[in-house]
């Protein structure tokens, strides 16, 4: 079994920035890819990020330029620095790390709520 447990969600006015941060435990052998997704309230769960085991990374284009991905292999941890976040940046923020065989774990997801 893995586990994925994020933290460093908040309220945060807007222009402000957090950071979170997603670990994972428990049976690995190997995590490859490493990704934060968002849901809105109403909508559909999105891409927001993507890193790879080799470090390259991609972001959805209503993030880019102000989002940053990156991880800590050691640690098995994935991080987004979340800079001059938007109202429309509110949503819950859910990491899915693929590990072992390529099975996706997801985690229970963390609170970013941005204030006008």
């Known amino acids: 079994q893995v586990q994925v447990v994020e933290s460093g969600g908040g309220l945060v006015q807007a222009g402000g920035s957090l950071r979170l941060s997603c670990a994972a435990s428990?049976?690995?052998?190997?995590?490859?890819?490493m990704l934060w997704y968002r849901q809105a309230p109403g909508k559909q769960r999105e891409f927001v990020a993507v890193?790879?085991?080799?470090?390259?990374?991609n972001y959805a284009d209503s993030v880019k330029g102000r989002f940053t991905i990156s991880r800590d292999n050691a640690k098995n941890t994935v991080f987004l620095q979340m800079d001059r976040l938007k109202p429309d940046d509110t949503a819950v923020y859910y990491c899915?790390?693929?590990?072992?065989?390529?099975?996706?774990?997801w985690g229970q997801g963390t609170q970013v709520t941005v204030s006008s």
């Open positions: 899915n790390v693929v590990a072992n065989a390529g099975s996706p774990y």
């Open positions: 428990g049976s690995i052998f190997s995590i490859h890819t």
């Open positions: 890193i790879t085991s080799g470090g390259t990374t």
